[in-house]
Nanobody, 120 residues
Framework: QVQLVKSGGGLVQAGGSLRISCVVS????????MGWYRQAPGKQRELVAH???????TYGDSVKGRFTISSDDAKNTVYLQMNSLKPEDTGVYYC??????????????WGQGTQVTVSS
C-alpha cells in the first residue's frame, strides 16, 4: 500500500503565495519522480511541475519563473512553492509519484486533490 497525503492549498489573492506539500508513504523501495498536476474546471489535467530522484525539474510553461518544486528525499516529500499567483492558477492540484515498490515494479500513484483558488 502506498499513500500520498497532501497539505496546504486554499484561497489567496492574486499576487500572493501558497505552498503545498505531499508526503508519500508505504511499501516503497525507491522513488522515481514526484510531481504536481492541476485541473481547472472544464479543462484537462495538466502538468505543473515534476522532479526526479536526481533533482531534475520540469515545469509547465504557464508557471515557469513563478513556481518552484522541491523535494526532501529522506522524507519522501515533495513541495510546490507558488508565487505571483494568478486567477488562472485556480484549480485542483494533484500530487503524483512514480516509485518502485518492494516487488521492484514501477507504478504511478495519485493523491487526492487540493483546491487552490486565486481571487482577482
Amino acid at each position: 500500500q502506498v499513500q500520498l497525503v497532501k497539505s496546504g492549498g486554499g484561497l489567496v489573492q492574486a499576487g500572493g503565495s501558497l505552498r503545498i506539500s505531499c508526503v508519500v508513504s508505504g511499501r516503497i523501495k525507491s522513488m522515481n519522480t514526484m510531481g504536481w498536476y492541476r485541473q481547472a474546471p472544464g479543462k484537462q489535467r495538466e502538468l505543473v511541475a515534476h522532479i526526479t530522484s536526481g533533482g531534475m525539474t520540469t515545469y509547465g510553461d504557464s508557471v515557469k519563473g513563478r513556481f518552484t518544486i522541491s523535494s526532501d528525499d529522506a522524507k519522501n516529500t515533495v513541495y510546490l512553492q507558488m508565487n505571483s499567483l494568478k486567477p488562472e492558477d485556480t484549480g485542483v492540484y494533484y500530487c503524483s509519484a512514480s516509485l518502485y515498490g518492494l516487488d521492484s515494479v514501477l507504478r504511478n500513484y495519485w493523491g487526492q486533490g487540493t483546491q487552490v483558488t486565486v481571487s482577482s
